[in-house]
């Protein structure tokens, strides 16, 4: 089998060399792939069992495709060079004669040499009879027939890249692997490739036709002439490939040529005359078909601009008005400079304007003028925005009229233009460009044409040309207008009569004020716009919504945004004769004083006045400091009118007076103290507004006396005009109703809010939330006091909590300022009084997985102990509502939607919980329910996983975050050793019994450990756990029953279980549960009413039996052997309290026997069955069995370096309850080096404590390490030196009394080995003690 070694590599990146440039194949159908892939036109087959296409068949195709383009194969190598893809792909069959053709998806090349590739021909190589292929495999076949989906965007991710195998028989494989045939069969697959891709094309979706443009601009960069050869006799090939298709295609050339730095001149001219065929070509797709095509020639720019700015020449200046898809080009290039170099954009501007002066004459040809205006004046697909070829059009049309030097034709065409459509704004610019091109040459010819149109349409001059010439014509306009207007208003019957020019008169002032320097104030034209606009509003008709909105939104933009007093003030420095910046500041600002009390006295009601201050709202809640001030200035200017003048309507509430009311308390709290003097103000005077609407008598308001209309002058009496300072009502000017003004404005406030309606409340509140999001410290500071405020006085009552803790968690982690964020946390305390359950429904939506910020907000719903209690109460009844989803694996939902999901995030939550200080006394005390909780929970999750487990399991590992069963597991282990419960935890971890829960199967298992761990270390939680195990039992999910029934078999060895329930209760429940549904729960519950609380007499049964099994210790079957000392063990824990009694003593001394068997499963056992001895001896005399434990320590201690895993285990576990039976201390310490820790000073550490506590042992452990010298496991003679090397060091004396010459030399023979050790450390303490050796052995010669 021969492979191209190198050749494909060539042509591709070695970033691509995985994913090879090929859509997605499955292994299954490999050879398929490759004859569909990369022959072109091929049929494919969606079944197994459709008609298979045969390689005998590809090779026909190929070789017809050669003979058409090629009469023969002479000078193979040449026409190899030149020759179409088809052809290349030809040849190469024509080479080979009929190959079998394979995918290797190994992802790598073939290591195997061609020489032996030759010696398996055997087997693999095909004759040249076409009909060979009936021997090809049925698998083959199948997989040539097999129709697959091609995701060519998943392709990236694909680690199994395909290879071509070329099989032949042995007496071609000479000319096979010869280098330039191997090129030649590249180019022919990447042909190949890049056809299929081409074909592709059309049923692709974006997302592979993005990919595959990306793989062909790859594949072009590094073979150019291959794909634009392919490309070229693909369209030409294939004419009757469908518009659309052919529209992909062009787009995928126009980047294929886009990114190639380089383009030969053969494809520059086919390339070039292709696009101009397609460029006016008529199809369904209408102008984004030939736009496609322009953009090809577009994209040739780059590469052979001359050629395409000769054509572009020659076709407009044929005098006939020129196609849209070549004025579309001509757009393009004008208004994208990055298509052309420099020097190339610099002679298109040169050759426009040259072309622009030959195009002249047309001007005097009727039809190609009237084809121009037709142009410009037609509507396009969005009139928001012109297309290259109109937009190119309004240039160009100006740059002949600029070219043409008869004054009346230049007059004449702009009249014609000027009188065209004016509705859409892109045709208003166009037209301004066209007539600004014009102007620079013929100035006086544009102005008389300009004042000729204004003068016949006088308010559209006034709309769209007032800015023209200078400061004078606008003055002039505004003098004009506010005379106009003030006449309208002093005539008689002036509110009856309608001025249907305001509308277009209010966009003129609001384009004006647009258009006025945002950073000066130098004239009046601010305020006498203003002006004009408050006597507008007295006037029929009413001004339109929308305008008044726009018109607002610009005055308060133009005035508010100015800059500070002080520095409008520098600007007018270099005048000779400076205005008067402080008296024109003044004076604009009591002008828009005077506009809003227009506004309203015009219409007094509260939805005018709501109107008004929700543009204001932006600017009270503006980063800078003085255009806050500007805003909360007009709004206490117009309180206090609204107040003195009593002329609001007071029939309705007040809209939105929550938001206000919020507002206006931050603003109480702002940095700027004339902020706050003027929000304090304008609470004052609102306050007295919202009395006046509950106090006023209905009588009063319908005799009220008629006010009239404020006028310019009076209007400054209610403004403060300047911005530097303002101050509250004088003292002696209050009145006894006025003592809010008084307060302060924590005060304020809360006497405001104690007259709002909840929902006003509710507003407030939401404000003040919205209010932490914002960018101003200062102002989170002061949103979160007022939240933390209103929550206080009012919280409980209010509704829509949880949505109020959800948006406090979206704000709380863009909150930077420390004290705001502890603000912000204490109101979810706050509601945490009345609210729970509901916050807590709404905090698990965001709960999975739980960041930092989520975490703190559940801290805070915990603050307050009560309330921690309650939390995990409500946390618990949610992970209890466990149901089956109809989709296991679908968990993409939130857990709105999926319920399930709700379950996994209150367990997530509780686990992180456990590690809270808020919450540490509420899960001790609940641990009983919580330790239930989560067993059942565990098994829960098991059961969503088993359907699709090794799904879940690829998922999780795909995943950074941790998957739910991982989560159910450590929930459970912080629950044990976050509450105190760490002595069960060493038991499961010791036993590496935790993996158990990962399985349904194993479950049972794993709970029943658990529970005899709770039962051997005299768990206090027991008797708590039993009182809620009997409800479970009657649970109606099966999971509750199960975990419950489990652990109460298990308890049933306790003596504290019949402290909370009788024997004869206990036998009544078993009873019970073998009526159950489920087997499992039957089979438990049998187990229980077998145990020996319930049968005295089975105690002496077993222990009888002892003697009989021991004696099974010594046959020959390994097998038989590991299951006695199992089934020993299960006796033992039978037996419960009773333990084996006398017989302990023989089932140590037998089970240590084996502790140096060679057999790794009989020494795991064995350890297995010591421990479990030990574990009954807890509360007993140890009598005769003491020296055993103390002889199996240094065995066990030294076992732990065994290289069975299992050994290790049994090892580890077996120390630690020998620990726990001769009550080292510390305890903890000992597990969690055991446990975790591997290093030497975990070794040490544990040396240490065997020498503290077993002085008396001292030499019998040292016998016993000196004898594991002679140990065949070298990780034992390791450990065994270590041992002895620690003791050497502590106690020489000791060490050389008991130590003969025989033992020296030993112990010399084997730290010389451990010098050679790979561990540096070892090799290091090896060489310390030789030296240490050394001189102890000297000296006790001496």
Not at 322 to 346: C, I, T
Not at 701 to 723: I, K, M, N, V, Y
Request: with cysteine.
């Amino acid at each position: 089998m021969i492979r191209p070694s190198t050749s494909h590599r060539e042509c591709l990146r070695p970033e691509d060399q995985e994913t090879d440039m090929r859509p997605h194949w499955g292994h299954t159908s490999s050879t398929r792939m490759l004859t569909q892939a990369h022959v072109p036109n091929l049929p494919s087959s969606d079944g197994a069992g459709s008609t298979s296409l045969s390689l005998e068949g590809c090779c026909r195709h190929w070789s017809h495709c050669d003979l058409r383009v090629r009469s023969g194969h002479q000078r193979r190598a040449s026409a190899q060079d030149r020759a179409s893809p088809s052809v290349r792909i030809g040849l190469a069959i024509g080479t080979c004669g009929s190959p079998a053709l394979s995918l290797n998806m190994d992802g790598q090349q073939s290591n195997r040499s061609h020489s032996r590739s030759s010696t398996d021909g055997t087997s693999s190589a095909l004759s040249h009879n076409p009909r060979i292929l009936s021997h090809v495999s049925v698998s083959t076949k199948e997989s040539l027939c097999t129709k697959e989906p091609q995701d060519y965007a998943s392709l990236d991710r694909q680690s199994h890249p395909a290879t071509i195998m070329l099989c032949s028989s042995k007496s071609s494989q000479a000319s096979l692997v010869s280098k330039e045939h191997q090129l030649f069969m590249e180019e022919a697959y990447n042909s190949a490739i890049c056809f299929k891709m081409l074909q592709d094309i059309a049923t692709s979706d974006p997302l592979q036709l993005k990919y595959i443009t990306k793989k062909l601009k790859k594949m072009a960069q590094r073979t150019p002439n291959l794909v634009m050869e392919t490309i070229h006799d693909y369209f030409k090939d294939n004419a009757e490939i469908s518009s659309r298709h052919r529209f992909r295609l062009f787009q995928v050339l126009q980047a294929v040529i886009g990114a190639l730095d380089v383009l030969e001149e053969i494809w520059q001219r086919n390339f070039m005359q292709l696009a101009l065929e397609h460029m006016t070509k008529s199809t369904e797709l209408d102008d984004i078909y030939q736009d496609a095509a322009s953009n090809v020639l577009l994209a040739l720019c780059r590469h052979s601009w001359p050629a395409v700015a000769k054509h572009l020449e020659t076709e407009l200046l044929t005098g006939v008005f020129p196609h849209r898809s070549l004025l579309f080009v001509m757009g393009v290039l004008s208004s994208q400079e990055e298509l052309l170099k420099k020097e190339d954009r610099e002679s298109w501007k040169e050759l426009l304007s040259q072309m622009a002066r030959k195009s002249v004459p047309f001007l005097n040809t009727d039809v190609w003028s009237k084809e121009l205006l037709w142009s410009l004046t037609k509507s396009s697909r969005t009139q928001q925005e012109h297309t290259p070829e109109k937009a190119f059009l309004f240039t160009y049309y100006g740059l002949i009229l600029q070219a043409e030097e008869d004054s009346s034709n230049i007059r004449t065409h702009l009249k014609t233009l000027l009188e065209t459509s004016h509705q859409w704004p892109k045709q208003r610019e166009g037209i301004a460009l066209t007539v600004g091109l014009v102007a620079v040459r013929h100035l006086d010819d544009a102005w008389a044409i300009l004042e000729q149109f204004g003068r016949s349409t006088p308010i559209k001059w006034s709309l769209q040309n007032l800015s023209l010439k200078d400061e004078t014509l606008k003055q002039s306009f505004l003098t004009a207008i506010m005379m106009l207007v003030g006449a309208i208003s002093r005539s008689e019957g002036a509110h009856s009569y309608e001025f249907s020019q305001t509308s277009e008169l209010l966009e003129c002032l609001t384009t004006l004020m647009e258009k006025e320097p945002q950073d000066t104030l130098l004239t009046s034209i601010r305020q006498q716009a203003i002006h004009i606009v408050a006597s507008l509003s007295a006037l029929r008709p009413p001004m339109d919504v929308d305008k008044k909105s726009r018109l607002l939104s610009v005055c308060f933009r133009s005035i508010f945004a100015l800059p500070l007093l002080d520095a409008l003030e520098k600007h007018s420095c270099l005048f000779l004769e400076p205005p008067n910046i402080q008296g024109l500041y003044s004076q604009t600002m009591e002008a828009v004083d005077h506009m809003l009390q227009c506004f309203m006295m015009q219409n007094p009601t509260v939805n005018e006045l709501y109107f008004l201050l929700s543009h204001l709202y932006v600017w009270l809640a503006s980063e800078k400091a003085h255009e806050r001030q500007r805003a909360v200035h007009r709004c206490m200017i117009l309180f206090k009118f609204l107040h003195c003048k009593r002329c609001l309507e007071t029939k309705e509430n007040f809209r939105r007076m929550g938001q206000l009311v919020a507002m206006l308390g931050i603003l109480c709290q702002d940095s700027d103290r004339t902020i706050q003097c003027l929000s304090l103000e304008a609470m004052g005077h609102l306050y007295q507004l919202l009395m006046q609407q509950k106090e006023v008598p209905e009588m009063e308001r319908e005799t009220r006396q008629e006010l009239a209309l404020p006028d310019a002058p009076g209007a400054a009496f209610w403004s403060s005009g300047d911005q530097r300072g303002a101050l509250l009502i004088p003292q002696d000017m209050a009145s006894k109703n006025d003592s809010i003004f008084f307060m302060s404005s924590n005060q304020a406030t809360k006497e405001i809010m104690s007259h709002l309606a909840m929902t006003e409340l509710t507003d407030l509140i939401w404000t003040a939330i919205d209010g932490l999001g914002s960018t101003s410290s200062s102002w989170v500071q002061a949103a979160a006091d007022l939240l933390s405020l209103a929550i206080q006085e009012h919280g409980d009552n209010l509704a829509t909590v949880g949505k109020m803790g959800q948006a406090i968690h979206h704000h709380l982690c863009a909150i930077q300022m420390p004290q705001a964020k502890e603000s912000a946390l204490h109101v979810i305390t706050l509601l945490a009084r009345n609210h729970i359950p509901e916050l807590v429904a709404a905090f698990l939506d965001f709960s999975t997985p739980l960041d930092s910020h989520s975490f703190r907000l559940w801290r805070a719903l915990g603050a307050e102990e009560p309330a921690s209690h309650l939390v995990l109460t409500v946390l618990m009844a949610w992970m209890q509502k466990r149901p089956l989803p109809s989709s296991a694996s679908d968990s993409s939902a939130c857990p709105v939607e999926k319920p399930h999901l709700r379950s996994l995030a209150a367990m997530n939550t509780i686990h992180e919980l456990q590690f809270a200080r808020e919450f540490k006394k509420a899960v001790r005390d609940t641990f009983p329910q919580l330790f239930l909780a989560l067993l059942a929970q565990m098994h829960y999750i098991m059961e969503l996983n088993q359907p699709t487990e090794p799904e879940q399991e690829q998922k999780a590992q795909e995943s950074a975050m941790p998957s739910p069963q991982s989560t159910s597991l450590e929930a459970l282990k912080s629950l044990l050793s976050t509450t105190g419960h760490w002595h069960d935890f060493a038991h499961l971890e010791l036993q590496s019994a935790w993996e158990h829960f990962t399985s349904i199967h194993t479950y049972p298992q794993a709970v029943g450990l658990l529970a005899r761990a709770m039962v051997q270390n005299h768990c206090k939680e027991i008797k708590a756990i039993v009182s809620y195990l009997l409800p479970s039992l009657q649970s109606q999910q099966e999971r509750e029953r199960k975990t419950a029934i489990l652990v109460l078999i298990e308890f049933l060895y306790s003596p504290a279980l019949l402290e909370v329930l009788s024997k004869q209760a206990a036998l009544t429940v078993l009873a019970q549960s073998l009526q159950d549904t489920c087997s499992e729960i039957r089979v438990a519950s049998l187990q229980g009413l077998g145990n020996i609380l319930f049968h005295t007499e089975k105690g002496t049964l077993l222990r009888g039996q002892l003697p009989a099994f021991l004696n099974g210790f010594f046959q020959n079957n390994e097998a038989v052997v590991v299951g006695i000392m199992g089934l020993v063990s299960d006796i033992l824990h039978r037996l419960g309290t009773e333990g084996a009694g006398a017989q302990s003593l023989s089932i140590a001394i037998n089970a240590r026997y084996f502790f140096d068997d060679e057999r790794d499963n009989i020494r795991a056992a064995a350890m297995a069955l010591f421990g479990d001895l030990v574990a009954t001896m807890t509360d007993r005399e140890l009598t005769g069995l003491r020296s055993q434990v103390c002889q199996s320590m240094v065995p066990l201690l030294l076992y732990l370096k065994d290289q069975c895993p299992a050994v290790v285990t049994q090892a580890k576990f077996a120390f630690y309850r020998c620990a726990v039976l001769l009550r080292w201390q510390p305890r903890h310490t000992l597990f969690c080096t055991l446990a975790w820790e591997t290093g030497l000073s975990a070794r040490h550490f544990l040396w240490t404590c065997l020498m503290t506590h077993s002085e008396k042992e001292f030499s019998i452990h040292l016998s016993q390490a000196i004898n594991y010298l002679h140990s065949h496991h070298r990780h034992i003679k390791t450990w065994a030196a270590l041992f002895i090397g620690y003791t050497t060091c502590y106690q020489p004396q000791a060490v050389t009394q008991m130590v003969n010459d025989m033992d020296t030399k030993l112990l010399f023979s084997t730290f010389k080995d451990l010098k050679k050790d790979p561990e540096p450390a070892i090799r290091e303490f090896a060489t310390r003690q030789l030296e240490f050796l050394r001189e102890v052995s000297a000296r006790s010669k001496k």
